[in-house]
């Protein structure tokens, strides 16, 4: 095996979900600290870069909008000449799919290492065991092991920046909402692309009303997808409804800010790992076992253990297969509630 001091120039290929984006970069991180002279290049989706473009760690992203612009073969071709152009000699990929394997293929680096449940994985270099129920970032960074002057250590904080208008705004609106920095913040985040993995509106609304009757500031957060479901919360609970209004890096500033966060199983967890906020995760028809538990002393997990329908899918659904979705409306929001007053030494 060589060194990963070897490589001049690596490059890093996630173009899965958010959350899965936000869980490489400590991957992105322990590579930094162990090869700080390395150029590195991380390939993300437009969704992900922003995020991608905080971390200190990183010195170039490229944004592959493999949906849109950059679809089918052609795009593949051309991240692969941006990565030809800035001579990268090496590529580990945390994504699994073939469209990242064809990536490494056509890219052709002097190394390449992937998972060996990645689509075509005879193409990389090396491949490493994929642990189904080791947590993602450990699986991440498993692919070091690819290395010969790797050895295991602890998982690294992820170094963060933020523009200073991004600051600015938070601090704003902020200010402008009568939220006091001596006052504490709940972060709610109910969206999911999965429907299956969202709490009930009106559960999430029970919630932020027994919060209130704390003092606690509630701030409904995510995208401008999530703006009617969040229009829902507020209306029946009084929290604030700030989706669609504070992109990736303020959404993380805010976090910083804030005393929790609590939300499904989806990206928000990560984010909120990310900057050491506390966070409350709920749990229905996906299970932490499979890798994506929030991480941290000051984080709680909150899932049905006794069905025996569940987990039914490492992603989720649009419906549930039963037609009950049990795994969700039997979780009551005192229960949510009485989690969040340990986090919050209430």
Not at 100 to 119: D, H, N
Not at 280 to 291: L, N, Q, R, V, Y
Not at 304 to 322: D, F, Q, V, Y
Request: one cysteine or more; a positive charge; hydrophobic letters at 35%.
């Amino acid at each position: 095996m060589k060194r990963i001091e070897t490589y001049k120039h690596i490059a890093i290929i996630q173009t899965a979900f958010l959350g899965d984006v936000a869980l490489s970069l400590y991957l992105t991180q322990k590579i930094r600290n162990i090869h700080p002279n390395s150029e590195i290049t991380f390939v993300t989706t437009p969704s992900g870069s922003p995020l991608v473009a905080c971390s200190t760690a990183v010195d170039n992203v490229i944004t592959y909008d493999k949906r849109g612009l950059q679809t089918g073969l052609r795009g593949i071709k051309f991240i692969s000449s941006l990565l030809k152009d800035k001579k990268v000699d090496c590529i580990i990929s945390p994504h699994k799919s073939l469209r990242s394997t064809l990536l490494t293929f056509i890219t052709k680096p002097e190394f390449s290492v992937s998972f060996y449940r990645s689509a075509l994985s005879v193409v990389y270099s090396k491949r490493i065991k994929y642990f189904e129920h080791q947590h993602e970032i450990e699986r991440n960074i498993s692919l070091m092991n690819a290395f010969s002057d790797y050895t295991v250590s602890d998982i690294p904080t992820v170094e963060l920046e933020f523009d200073e208008d991004d600051i600015s705004y938070i601090d704003y609106k902020l200010y402008g909402t009568g939220i006091r920095e001596d006052e504490k913040i709940v972060l709610v985040a109910p969206g999911s692309i999965w429907k299956t993995k969202r709490w009930g509106e009106l559960y999430y609304a029970r919630l932020c009303n027994l919060l209130k009757d704390l003092k606690c500031k509630v701030i409904l957060i995510g995208s401008k997808d999530d703006w009617e479901l969040c229009s829902g919360i507020s209306v029946n609970s009084g929290a604030f409804n700030w989706a669609g209004e504070t992109s990736i890096p303020k959404t993380l500033v805010l976090m910083k800010k804030s005393s929790l966060t609590i939300t499904n199983d989806s990206s928000p967890t990560h984010f909120a790992g990310l900057v050491g906020c506390p966070v409350i995760t709920i749990f229905g028809p996906t299970s932490p076992k499979f890798g994506f538990a929030p991480r941290g002393e000051k984080s709680k997990v909150i899932e049905l253990h006794n069905l025996k329908c569940k987990p039914c899918t490492i992603h989720g659904s649009h419906t549930c297969p039963i037609k009950t979705h049990d795994c969700m409306i039997h979780i009551n929001p005192k229960t949510v509630f009485e989690q969040a007053l340990e986090l919050l030494n209430l």
